[in-house]
């Protein structure tokens, strides 16, 4: 009778261990960085919704004397406010707008002489960074104001663009309640 010789290889859990421990720090690490990755693309998309919606606004209204009946719902329906902004819906069925961040942007024409556009729902380093961008800071612009929160700066009194500081003591609600408001002219 023949005997058969059995060799068995294969990992001792100790081994097995170490790679799990391995795979694990791997995924905690990708996962940080597609967090800060998307950070990065939400504020890049939310400064371009603005700086389009202005110009949209403006185009529109260049003929006009002023921006008497100009609201969120009459730039959704001319088309002013991008469609990556209205959630899915077409110009002609949504009511309401929104920033990258899922925050309501509300555009207003009161007074009649300059317009509003704010974007909530941001939060606090989003909203810094945001309100801290100069969006125009010289007379050309047609920029009048932003406010961050509690804090404002103006083109009159040479305070535009915010300075980190006030920008940072402006966006200081807790969680995504801060808000940017732009008035330009």
């Known amino acids: 009778m023949m005997k058969m010789r059995s060799e068995q290889t294969g990992r001792s859990m100790v081994e097995m261990l170490g790679v799990?421990?391995?795979?694990?720090?791997?995924?905690?690490?990708?996962?940080?960085?597609y967090s800060k990755a998307m950070a990065k693309y939400k504020l890049t998309k939310c400064m371009d919704q603005v700086s389009t919606t202005v110009t949209n606004i403006r185009t529109l209204y260049s003929g006009q004397p002023n921006y008497d009946g100009l609201t969120t719902q009459t730039m959704i329906q001319m088309g002013a406010v991008g469609a990556e902004m209205l959630?899915?819906?077409s110009p002609t069925t949504a009511t309401a707008a929104y920033n990258a961040f899922n925050g309501a942007v509300t555009i207003d024409g009161t007074p009649a002489q300059t317009f509003k556009?704010?974007?909530?729902g941001l939060s606090k380093d989003a909203c810094v960074a945001i309100a801290s961008s100069d969006w125009g800071s010289g007379s050309g612009s047609g920029l009048v104001s932003i406010t961050a929160g509690t804090k404002s700066g103006t083109t009159a009194a040479g305070t535009l663009p915010l300075k980190l500081s006030d920008a940072a003591a402006g966006c200081n609600a807790v969680g995504d309640a801060?808000?940017?408001?732009?008035?330009?002219?």
């Open 20 to 33: 799990l421990a391995i795979i694990g720090v791997l995924s905690v690490g990708g996962i940080a960085g």
């Open 87 to 89: 959630n899915g819906k």
């Open 117 to 120: 556009l704010k974007f909530a």
């Open 178 to 185: 801060n808000s940017v408001t732009w008035e330009y002219y």
